[in-house]
């Protein structure tokens, strides 16, 4: 397949409170992947940003770049891990600060990560709605990860290869000119 056009950008939001989690090796993986493929791409740590500015208690400078980096991506990658079945908080209050169909016209990735397959829902149940709620239309195939998946902090290949899948049908559907 060769390099996308327009240097499209891609924007991936660690949405896991914890710096080596699993989401946000699948994110930093799919980041990878598209600049490969002749992508821009930027990671926004959600953890990293400012905490009151992030619950809407404030401003913050790196709050709006982050959201400006979201909005501005043609396609957006969402990792987080499962807590109590669905999304976790970060990912939640970053969502609800970007401004109402901030994501129309754009491509969400969903990937999560859960202790088991007992969670694979939450991509479905979860990060679909949250992403459409904003007008992104979502990769049909979203990813959900298992501990089990995951070897001294690496990804299995099975995994990474729904990665790849993911990445490559959002640049399709971003009209990247893949051939």
Known sequence: MSNVRNNLAVVGLSGSPAASSKSRVL????????????ARVELVDLAALPADALLGRG??????????????ARIVVAGTPVYRATYSGLL?????????????????????TGHDRGHSLAVDHGL?????????????????GTSAQFQ??????????????AVDEALALAGAGIT
């Open 128 to 144: 679909r709605p949250l992403f459409a709620s904003l007008g992104a239309t979502v990769v049909a195939g979203g990813v959900y």
């Open 92 to 112: 939640k209050v970053f969502f609800d600060l970007l401004p109402q169909d901030s994501l129309l016209g754009k491509i969400g990735v969903p990937i999560v």
């Open 152 to 165: 001294d902090g690496k990804a299995a290949p099975e995994l990474l290869k729904a990665v790849d899948h």
């Open 27 to 38: 994110v930093e993986y799919a980041l990878a992947r598209a600049a490969t493929r002749g």
């Open 59 to 72: 401003s913050a400078p790196a709050i709006a770049a982050a959201l400006d980096a979201a909005s501005r």
